[in-house]
C-alpha cells in the first residue's frame, strides 16, 4: 500500500533563518505531489505542485520554493523566513486523474 | 475554474442527532467531488469520492454525500452523530480535464455536545 511520509511534526525557527521540509511517498511511482498551507482556522493554500521531476508549478509569489529530486521526494524550501511563513504545512500526493489527494500529518511551523 | 463554498463556518450539534455538511460547487461540467475530515493537528483524510454513477456515495465513518447537479451540491449526511465526529471538514473539487489542482473550500468546523 501506498504511504506519505512527511517531517519534522514541528519545527521552530527563527526569523531569517533557512528552511527545509521533506515529503516522500512509498508504494507508487509518478505521483502528482503538492505543497499546502493552513493559517490557523483557515481553508488550505496551495503552494506548489508537481507532475514529474524536476518539474514545479508555483501557485503563489512568495519567501517559498520547492524541488522534487527524486521521483517520490518533494521539498519545501526557504532561504530567509519570514513571520508571516508560519502555520501547519501539508504535503500530498495522487495517483491519475480523478483520484483522490492524500496527506501527511502536517508539519507545525512557528516562527519566532 | 472550478470553485467550491462551504456556508457554514461552524456547526454545533447534540450527539445522536442528524448532520448535513453544506458543498456548493462551481464547475461547467461534472467535476470530481471530495469530501475530507481534519482532526485537530492531523493531517487530512478522505471521507468519500464522486466521480460519477450512482449520485448516492458511502463512505468511511458512517458518512454519506449525495452528488445533485441541478443544485450543483455535495453535502455530506451522517444519520446519528458520534462525539468522536467532532473535527473540521473540508469539500474539494476537481476538474475532469486540464490542471491537476484541486479546489478545496474553507472547511467547517463541527462540534458535538455531548
Known amino acids: 500500500s501506498q504511504t506519505i511520509h512527511q517531517w519534522p511534526a514541528t519545527l521552530v525557527q527563527p526569523v531569517g533563518s533557512p528552511l527545509s521540509l521533506e515529503c516522500t511517498v512509498e508504494?507508487?511511482?509518478?505521483?502528482?505531489l503538492y505543497w499546502y498551507r493552513q493559517a490557523a482556522g483557515r481553508g488550505l493554500q496551495l503552494l506548489f505542485y508537481s507532475v514529474g521531476i524536476g518539474q514545479i508549478s508555483s501557485e503563489v509569489p512568495q519567501n517559498l520554493s520547492a524541488s522534487r529530486p527524486q521521483d517520490r521526494q518533494f521539498i519545501l524550501s526557504s532561504k530567509k523566513l519570514l513571520l508571516s511563513d508560519s502555520g501547519f504545512y501539508l504535503c500530498?500526493?495522487?495517483?491519475?486523474?480523478?483520484?483522490?489527494?492524500?496527506f501527511g500529518d502536517g508539519t507545525r511551523l512557528s516562527i519566532l | 475554474a472550478q470553485s467550491v463554498t462551504q456556508p457554514d463556518i461552524h456547526i454545533t450539534v447534540s450527539e445522536g442527532v442528524s448532520l448535513e455538511l453544506r458543498c456548493n460547487y462551481s464547475y461547467g461540467a461534472t467535476p470530481y467531488l471530495f469530501w475530507y475530515v481534519q482532526s485537530p493537528g492531523q493531517g487530512l483524510q478522505l471521507l468519500l469520492k464522486?466521480?460519477?454513477?450512482?449520485?448516492l456515495v458511502q463512505g468511511i465513518k458512517g458518512f454519506e454525500a449525495e452528488f445533485k447537479r441541478s443544485q450543483s451540491s455535495f453535502n455530506l449526511r451522517k444519520p446519528s452523530v458520534h462525539w468522536s465526529d467532532a473535527a473540521e471538514y473540508f469539500c474539494?473539487?476537481?476538474?475532469?480535464?486540464?490542471?491537476?489542482?484541486?479546489?478545496f473550500g474553507t472547511g467547517t468546523r463541527l462540534k458535538v455536545l455531548a
Open positions: 474539494a473539487v476537481g476538474a475532469t480535464s486540464g490542471t491537476y489542482k484541486y479546489i
Open positions: 464522486y466521480f460519477s454513477g450512482d449520485t
Open positions: 508504494g507508487t511511482s509518478n505521483p502528482n
Open positions: 500530498a500526493w495522487k495517483q491519475g486523474a480523478g483520484q483522490p489527494q492524500h
